[in-house]
């Protein structure tokens, strides 16, 4: 079975502070992503990585970097911590896979998620 | 804009009844693909089913099962006769083609099953 982990279910951090938020999968999978998860927004992505050191904005990247050293771990950087940024987090893994020489899309494998509080 | 719409919020129906979730998509590619989720309370997101813009035919499986209709834009869920541990967080999602798999949710909606 795919597992993703993540470092913290629960974190609470005060407002200003460097948070690291960390993910690891242990399927080989090539492609990861960190979601924010809003009620009534659903989930929206923040950054995505296809490769190691490879890393790609997604639809709501500010106030947030990422980082990608190992296939197997992504970590999302709140640089400065801000009350806005309180939420839950989902990280997310899905294999690469070509198929005459389009990308086919994959499911993708969630964490547990960790809930940030900011105060 | 949203490119996936969950318009309803939420549904609460009592064991044994049907329910079905609504979703809309909107895209200008030929080739994407539709996913639904499954989040229950314990809040880790479980993949249902994943379709592709080429294949149109319904699927079933046990008491979930999907109706794909290009010519209206939506990929509409069934769970037929709810049972308690189907309340949960549904989220349909969409990746386009060539976008490295990145999913478009929508919003959600709540299905909440009471004895």
């Known amino acids: 079975d795919v597992k993703v982990t993540q470092s913290s279910r629960y974190l609470v951090k005060r407002t200003g502070e460097k948070v690291f938020l960390e993910c690891v999968q242990d399927?080989?999978?090539?492609?990861m992503f960190w979601y924010r998860q809003d009620p009534g927004l659903g989930l929206r992505l923040i950054y995505f990585?296809?490769?190691?050191?490879?890393?790609e904005k997604g639809d709501i990247p500010e106030g947030y970097s990422v980082s990608r050293e190992k296939k197997e771990r992504f970590s999302l950087i709140l640089e400065s911590a801000s009350t806005n940024q309180t939420s839950m987090y989902l990280c997310?893994?899905?294999?690469?896979?070509?198929?005459?020489?389009?990308?086919?899309?994959?499911?993708?494998?969630f964490g547990p998620g960790t809930r940030l509080t900011v105060l | 804009a949203q490119k996936v719409t969950q318009a309803q919020t939420e549904i609460s129906v009592v064991e044994k009844e049907d329910v079905t979730l609504d979703c809309v998509y909107e895209?200008?590619?030929?080739?994407?693909?539709l996913f639904w989720y499954k989040q229950p309370p314990s809040g880790e997101l479980v993949f249902l089913i994943r379709r592709n813009s080429f294949d149109e035919q319904n699927e079933i499986s046990g008491r979930y099962s999907w109706n794909f209709q290009k010519s209206t834009s939506s990929f509409n869920f069934t769970i037929t006769a709810s049972q308690v541990v189907d309340s949960a967080v549904y989220f349909c999602?969409?990746?386009?083609?060539?976008?490295?798999?990145?999913?478009?949710f929508g919003a959600g909606t709540q299905v909440v099953v009471t004895p």
């Open positions: 399927m080989d999978h090539e492609n």
């Open positions: 997310a893994s899905s294999p690469l896979v070509r198929a005459s020489g389009s990308l086919i899309d994959r499911e993708q494998f």
């Open positions: 990585s296809y490769d190691v050191k490879m890393k």
């Open positions: 999602a969409l990746s386009e083609a060539d976008s490295w798999g990145k999913l478009q």
């Open positions: 895209t200008r590619d030929t080739t994407y693909y």
